[in-house]
């Protein structure tokens, strides 16, 4: 009978051993990447080296893809697992040069170098305010996503690297950081918090010069529809009324188009005449792959709101919404 009972258990340890789970992305080895230390500097109390030993692991699975012509490069599915940029920032002493002028978060932006001096942005917004958390890491370890049939094994890399999840062209995705940069906007807006029944009946895009006015009235493109709970961070619920509107992406890509440089160090930095302003990156706007788009929505003859707004779905919070915007600017972080 003990020699049946050790049989019986040995089975079900086998059976056991050989069970796979209902997870698709653990099917393969997890890999070490190569760490390097990483400095955190810039418009902060605390400069210095990250401590990454105390922060928690995450993990993101990716599609990686390039940006060539209109349907881009496919370079493989991969699970990444590192450590967040919201947990890496989220001890460092925020010291904000424009902060007597505009005390808001929402003006500031992030700057990752690697060891060939390759840098990309990603702002302040994207990473604290998305409903969606923990998307942007620096990745210390990577597994292949197999396909069940074909089996194919995509390349892996093999020193660390930083993954944003949410976007479709991966091209942010650099490898090796060696350093991050917290800043934030240097363009001057004068601030005036007391404009009666504010109201912006024209939207000037700007570059390097001005572009284009759309005025009151005139949006036109593909209409969508996006519920909404928008809620204030500090004033909470301001209504559940979805918002109509047309993709900024679709209606400003002549304007902006979607090229390597913009998605790597394009800013966008959307204001209203009483000086609130907020810095969104380019990837955010042009290149997302959840679809939660960015949307300039009509509020024509609407004091206050109109005679139009910008609405984010992917955030959380209500306070990157800017109500009677009348300038958009494209930078580079360079130019800030």
């Known amino acids: 009978m003990k020699k049946t009972l050790t049989i019986i258990a040995a089975m079900m340890l086998g059976f056991t051993a050989m069970a796979q789970t209902n997870d698709f992305y653990d099917d393969a080895p997890l890999?070490?990447?190569?760490?390097?230390?990483?400095?955190?500097?810039?418009?902060?109390?605390?400069?210095?080296?990250?401590?990454?030993?105390?922060?928690?692991?995450?993990?993101?699975?990716?599609?990686?893809?390039?940006?060539?012509?209109?349907?881009?490069?496919?370079?493989?599915?991969?699970?990444?697992?590192?450590?967040?940029?919201?947990d890496i920032l989220n001890l460092i002493v925020l010291k904000k040069k424009n902060e007597a002028e505009f005390p808001p978060i929402i003006d500031l932006f992030v700057e990752v170098e690697n060891a060939d001096g390759e840098k990309v942005v990603l702002s302040w917004g994207e990473i604290y305010y998305p409903i969606h958390r923990h998307e942007i890491l620096i990745a210390s370890g990577v597994r292949r996503i197999v396909p069940s049939k074909t089996k194919e094994l995509w390349p892996l890399p093999t020193v660390s690297k930083l993954v944003v999840a949410c976007d479709l062209y991966t091209e942010r995705n650099i490898s090796n950081p060696i350093k991050i940069t917290v800043r934030s906007s240097k363009i001057h807006f004068p601030i005036d918090r007391n404009i009666p029944e504010m109201y912006a009946d024209e939207l000037e895009f700007y570059s390097s010069q001005h572009l284009h006015t759309l005025k009151d009235g005139e949006l036109k493109g593909n209409f969508v529809s996006y519920g909404s709970v928008f809620y204030g961070r500090g004033t909470g619920i301001h209504g559940t009324t979805p918002f109509k509107g047309v993709m900024f992406k679709d209606y400003a890509v002549s304007h902006y188009p979607l090229t390597r440089e913009n998605l790597k160090q394009g800013i966008i930095l959307v204001a209203a005449p009483d000086g609130y302003r907020a810095v969104f990156t380019y990837s955010e706007i042009f290149n997302r792959n959840d679809q939660a788009e960015v949307l300039i929505v009509p509020m024509s003859g609407i004091k206050t709101q109109g005679a139009y707004l910008l609405y984010p779905a992917a955030d959380f919070f209500s306070d990157r919404s800017i109500r009677c915007m009348n300038e958009v600017r494209f930078y580079y972080s360079s130019d800030l």
């Open 31 to 86: 890999n070490d990447l190569k760490m390097n230390e990483i400095m955190i500097s810039g418009e902060i109390d605390n400069p210095g080296i990250i401590d990454l030993t105390k922060l928690p692991i995450r993990d993101v699975i990716v599609k990686e893809t390039g940006l060539s012509g209109e349907a881009g490069i496919f370079k493989g599915a991969y699970l990444y697992q590192g450590y967040s940029l919201y």
